[in-house]
């Protein structure tokens, strides 16, 4: 997901979710609220932040925009993913 979101700048949860969930060969609520987790668990890392929320009203839940911080990219680079 740190590369996919390196790739976009920035992007909204379900869309770095899906791609993630797709390679994995994953389906149900549970991966996806697995892949929602990660992504707090990065952003309370200081790797990725959030930049924007909002309501899908499709789905009825709080969904929300990721950048990757400049602290994730040097990281990214320390370990070889860039």
């Given at each position: 997901?740190?590369?996919?979101?390196?790739?976009?700048?920035i992007?909204?949860?379900d869309?770095?979710?899906?791609?993630a969930?797709?390679?994995?060969?994953?389906e149900?609520r549970?991966?996806?609220?697995h892949?929602r987790?990660?992504?707090?668990?990065?952003a309370?890392?200081?790797?990725?932040?959030?930049?924007?929320h909002?309501?899908?009203?499709?789905?009825?839940r709080?969904?929300f925009?990721?950048?990757l911080s400049?602290?994730?990219?040097q990281?990214m680079?320390?370990?070889?993913?860039?």
């Amino acid at each position: 997901m740190l590369v996919l979101l390196e790739q976009q700048q920035i992007e909204w949860d379900d869309r770095l979710i899906d791609p993630a969930m797709q390679e994995y060969e994953l389906e149900g609520r549970y991966w996806l609220n697995h892949f929602r987790i990660i992504l707090d668990e990065l952003a309370s890392a200081g790797l990725i932040t959030r930049e924007d929320h909002r309501l899908d009203t499709v789905t009825d839940r709080l969904i929300f925009q990721y950048a990757l911080s400049g602290f994730g990219r040097q990281r990214m680079r320390d370990t070889g993913l860039l």
